[in-house]
């Protein structure tokens, strides 16, 4: 990247950056940004790390100087980009676009904010995506962004390093707290200790156990305030600090010199975050060890990712792990079904940011806007051309189910007035009322018939009343309607947008 932001042309004033580094955590940004300042201020090579959970004024400030690279997180570059009415900084000299964990890029949470950046850099950019694991399905959309891509890969594919030393063991959840001490009494001396937890209350919880126990250590997660993350950090890595009780946060990219031992307090859910935490330990040809605490039960499913990153590391995985593994298959196999190690990783669940997806959205707001357009009583030959069209793939009919009882007379009166309401003619009223008395199913009603009958329905169950005037006395009176994309406009904007 060095070399190439040297062989182009001097930025001038308002332009942007060359090359662009996208890393999904703030912790691993900074580390970017600290290592890539090694080696770009013997060149006078500005650089600038973006991220969120701080003052954005200084961040401006440093844009607006001038940066030949930035290094951030995706959602604070977004608020970049629109700060000023973009006058903070563009994308239109980036040439190098750096991904960093890429496959966690392009999960469900973050490709949306990832995509809305890149397809707004120049196509003739040079792409650059490193991860330590790639599942398949992250590999088709990283594929979107790249054009005959040459793939490296160094040592194995989502393979835990030769150099550290895995452990598995099945504790209950009063066990796990004594075997975590056991481990620290072993290792206190040897290096820095870092433990996994799932949950941020989990972490704090451990971490008010360990003090009380006479470990000095520190939580890293989420909802941390980002000063204390930054300086719990910085402690870790001098050795101020010699224990972390981290989520998932602290389980990508973080480069800690002396870190000799990974304990997994809680299983994790999936072969890739497994990798990755255990990857924190064994770096740079070091010796390595990592623990994994399995619960006996309802974590069945968890230990054939563990057993799996074992084999793909040409290790035995401990046979009471093995065996509870393979018990679980054999009981799902009964229920018929089939289980295996290994899933998609970072899936997701929820939008899926596709083609269908766009299309229903735009049905929908086509629907929303046939029916006011319906309770305006507007044109209705061309609602029903509309209403056909929208329609026209399925088979959209109504049957009128015959009404029998004493009550015939009322229900018969009762839908004449609904139909008038309807605007329909004598003749189709008296014809329905017809086939009612003689006990026939109804005759199809056409599309805008049954898009009255269901707003009918709507204004019914809210006891809504439409507007009984007169069309004559809403002439001269002019309504519009808008529907604005407000979500990346700075936040004055939107509230401004908003209270109107």
């Not at 004594?178 to 290096?191: A, S």
């Not at 070091?286 to 793909?312: M, S």
């Not at 139909?419 to 008296?430: E, I, N, P, R, Y």
């Not at 329905?432 to 199913?441: D, K, P």
Request: proline share 4%; glycine share 8%.
């Amino acid at each position: 990247m060095f070399r190439h932001i040297l062989d182009q042309e001097p930025l001038d004033e308002m332009d942007g950056p060359i090359g662009l580094i996208m890393a999904p955590t703030r912790e691993l940004a900074l580390q970017t940004w600290k290592e890539a300042k090694k080696f770009a201020t013997p060149m006078n090579l500005n650089v600038v790390c973006v991220y969120g959970g701080v003052g954005i004024s200084e961040q401006i400030a440093d844009l607006k100087k001038g940066a030949e690279i930035v290094v951030c997180t995706p959602g604070r570059m977004i608020d970049m980009l629109i700060a000023n009415n973009g006058k903070v900084t563009n994308l239109r000299r980036i040439t190098y676009l750096v991904l960093d964990e890429a496959d966690r890029m392009f999960d469900m949470g973050f490709e949306p904010q990832v995509m809305k950046i890149i397809n707004n850099i120049r196509p003739d950019r040079q792409t650059v995506m490193f991860s330590a694991t790639f599942p398949k399905t992250m590999e088709a959309l990283a594929r979107k962004v790249l054009e005959k891509p040459i793939e490296i890969q160094v040592g194995g594919r989502s393979v835990v390093c030769k150099d550290i030393e895995q452990h598995a063991l099945i504790l209950t959840e009063d066990q796990k707290f004594l075997k975590l001490l056991e481990l620290l009494g072993i290792f206190w001396e040897r290096g820095n200790v870092i433990v996994f937890v799932e949950k941020q209350e989990k972490a704090d919880d451990l971490v008010t156990k360990l003090m009380k126990a006479g470990y000095n250590c520190a939580p890293l997660h989420g909802a941390i305030d980002q000063s204390d993350r930054d300086s719990a950090l910085i402690d870790f890595k001098q050795g101020i600090l010699k224990l972390l009780v981290a989520t998932s946060v602290a389980a990508r990219g973080l480069d800690v010199k002396k870190l000799i031992l990974v304990v997994n307090y809680d299983c994790p859910n999936h072969y890739e975050d497994y990798v990755h935490r255990v990857g924190r330990t064994g770096r740079a040809g070091n010796k390595g060890y990592a623990y994994t605490f399995i619960l006996p039960e309802n974590q069945e499913r968890y230990a054939g990712e563990v057993c799996r990153a074992f084999e793909t590391a040409e290790l035995e995985p401990p046979a009471p792990v093995k065996e509870m593994w393979e018990k679980f298959k054999a009981e799902m196999k009964e229920k018929g079904i089939d289980v295996h190690a290994g899933g998609g990783g970072y899936s997701g669940s929820g939008y899926k940011y596709d083609s269908d997806e766009d299309e229903a959205i735009d049905q929908r707001k086509k629907l929303t806007k046939l029916v006011s357009a319906l309770e305006n009583n507007d044109d209705d030959d061309e609602i029903e051309t509309q209403l056909t069209n929208l329609v026209k793939t399925k088979k959209r009919t109504q049957n009128v189910e015959p009404v029998l009882g004493e009550e015939i007379d009322a229900k018969v009166a009762a839908a004449r007035s609904a139909a008038d309401k309807l605007g329909l003619s004598s003749s189709d009223a008296d014809q329905g009322s017809a086939q009612v008395l003689s006990g026939e199913n109804g005759s199809e009603l056409t599309p805008s018939q049954i898009a009255r009958q269901k707003a009918m329905a709507l204004n019914d169950k809210l006891n809504y009343t439409p507007s009984a005037r007169p069309r004559e006395e809403l002439f001269g009176q002019q309504f519009y309607e808008a529907e604005m994309e407000i979500n990346d406009f700075p936040q004055q904007v939107r509230f401004r947008v908003c209270s109107r």
